[in-house]
């Protein structure tokens, strides 16, 4: 089984929708949790961190829910320069190593 | 700012042929990785890098080697290079320590050098 497990997509959505995508992770010493954006043939960028308590960033609000072991990502009012891969992370706080899924993928069009 | 510049941006090597991507940092990270990534596929990391003169290896490792010399520079060697290695490598740095980590979760990433090999 993989660390970090997310459903490829694509996610193919109309500009202006609302799309949520979740990430499980195995691995219950996981501590620390990101979502990085990946535009096509370019390099994955840290889109934001995700905190205990839930955090929002314009558009985006991260969640995690560590019972179920499992964050999520909402977007919302969804533009055209929102379609990328999205890559959840995880890390373990006694490593300085971070775990990439395998990213979702999001198409949103006019 | 430069930030994390890899070269080459692309080869193509055949098999039992060696080389080395090159990578170099501006921003006095002490923390250096490299990932590949193979379509479809999280990046997998190959080795990592705490500080000059230490480097340890990540999930992937064989069929590679590193070293660090210096703070800036972070040199990935194929060596015998084999069709399972053809991938696209990323090189990355951070600014370090396990809380610096924890709170940003930043890596910088450089621009990725694609690898094929015939």
């Known amino acids: 089984r993989k660390e970090v497990e997310q459903d490829p997509g694509p996610f193919n959505v109309p500009e202006g929708a609302t799309v949520a995508f979740n990430c499980t992770y195995s691995?219950?010493?996981?501590?620390?949790f990101f979502w990085y954006r990946q535009d096509c043939r370019k390099e994955p960028k840290l889109l934001m961190s995700?905190?205990?308590s839930g955090n929002e960033d314009g558009r985006f609000t991260a969640q995690l829910n560590r019972a179920s072991q499992y964050i999520s990502l909402l977007i919302r009012d969804s533009k055209l320069s929102d379609s990328a891969t999205y890559l959840c992370?995880?890390?373990?706080?006694?490593?300085?190593?971070?775990?990439f899924g395998s990213g979702t993928r999001l198409l949103v069009r006019p | 700012n430069a930030g994390v510049t890899q070269t080459p941006k692309f080869r193509i090597l055949k098999i039992g042929q060696s080389m080395t991507l090159q990578c170099t940092q501006d921003?006095?990270?002490?923390?250096m990785y490299w990932y590949r990534q193979d379509p479809g596929m999280g990046l997998k990391l190959i080795y990592y890098?705490?500080?000059?003169?230490?480097?340890d290896k990540g999930e992937v490792p064989n069929g590679y080697n590193v070293s660090r010399s210096t703070t800036e520079d972070f040199p990935l060697r194929l060596e015998l290079a084999a069709p399972s290695q053809t991938s696209v490598y990323f090189c990355?740095?951070?600014?370090?320590?396990?809380?610096?980590?924890?709170?940003?979760?930043?890596?910088?990433f450089g621009e990725g050098s694609r690898l094929t090999v015939l």
């Open positions: 990355a740095s951070s600014r370090g320590g396990l809380r610096g980590i924890s709170n940003t979760g930043e890596l910088f």
């Open positions: 921003m006095n990270h002490n923390y």
């Open positions: 995700v905190y205990s």
């Open positions: 691995n219950s010493a996981s501590q620390s």
């Open positions: 992370v995880v890390k373990r706080d006694s490593s300085y190593k971070l775990i």
């Open positions: 890098s705490v500080g000059a003169g230490i480097t």
